[in-house]
């Protein structure tokens, strides 16, 4: 028979300030079983805000995992997690944005520190400029998908002390707030952006709850050697052969599942079972 899971019914801190826990209690009560409780008066925003005020003290995954920490010291729980986003143009068409989100988890009973991650074009991440509330901004509304997800609206070019302001979701709020900050702007502009906080980004919650699912699949599984959980894909191989003449190219051949805990590690197919690479994608084939 075998024994219960670690963390069927356990408690976990989650360190978040914009309602994460919508996202990811459901999918993680799910698998493996974790209870998540939000702890008091923690402050995550000190460990950087989209808008710039504070920077990020450390790459996004570090930080995932500078937050989870906070809700271990906040909660006295000995298990935490966390979330990280970021946001930008796709590395090879910029006219694309994407978006990579980032869940920490840490388990200092059992020595286990875990990062899951999801990259996705599935985000209405854009900017803007204008002077006034007028037609020409619709293009731009739509896409942002406002007015369910909010806007972020600042001076085009700001002084030390110009105001940003943030969870902008009416119309007639963001009329006055782009009259406002066109007025304090040198070029008499105001930039409007997709507000990225995730309680106030139905789009972005969304992609978090997919990760959820992914993390807490993982967690439930069991390390084979010492059933530690969170035993899952921590590295690839690329040399994946090119369909035409079988020269290895640089596209992923074979997933590497370790255990969070132990060394152990296991080498497997790739699991969307390609075989082989297009000859696109070939140094023989496509020089």
């Not at 974790?34 to 925003?45: F, H, S």
């Not at 520190?113 to 999801?118: A, L, W």
């Not at 132990?262 to 079972?273: E, K, N, V």
């Amino acid at each position: 028979m075998n024994a219960p899971h670690p963390y069927a019914g356990a408690p976990a801190a989650l360190a978040t300030q914009h309602r994460k826990e919508e996202a990811l209690a459901p999918a993680l009560a799910d698998a493996p079983g974790l209870r998540l409780t939000v702890p008091p008066g923690i402050d995550t925003d000190r460990l950087g805000t989209f808008t710039g005020e504070i920077e990020r003290p450390a790459p996004p995954s570090q930080t995932a995992l500078l937050k989870a920490r906070l809700g271990i010291r906040a909660s006295g729980i000995p298990r935490a997690l966390a979330s990280e986003g970021t946001f930008g143009p796709h590395p090879h068409a910029a006219f694309i944005p994407m978006g990579l989100e980032i869940l920490a988890f840490v388990d200092d009973d059992l020595g286990i520190q875990i990062t899951q991650q999801r990259v996705s074009d599935h985000t209405n991440f854009a900017h803007t400029t204008a002077a006034r509330l007028d037609d020409d901004l619709d293009t731009f509304l739509k896409a942002a998908r406002f007015p369910d997800h909010s806007l972020v609206v600042r001076p085009s070019t700001p002084d030390g002390d110009a105001p940003i302001h943030k969870g902008v979701r009416t119309r007639e709020d963001l009329a006055a707030t782009i009259a406002s900050c066109a007025h304090r702007s040198a070029d008499g502009l105001a930039r409007l952006e997709t507000d990225m906080r995730a309680g106030h980004n139905p789009t972005r919650m969304r992609e978090i709850a997919v990760l959820a699912r992914d993390l807490g699949h993982r967690l439930a599984r069991r390390c084979p050697v010492c059933q530690a959980p969170g035993f899952g894909t921590v590295a690839t191989e690329p040399g994946l052969p090119c369909a035409t003449c079988r020269t290895p190219t640089d596209h992923t051949a074979a997933e590497i599942d370790g255990c969070a805990r132990c060394p152990h590690r296991h080498t497997r197919p790739r699991s969307d079972g390609r075989t082989h690479a297009d000859p696109r994608y070939c140094p023989c084939c496509n020089p």
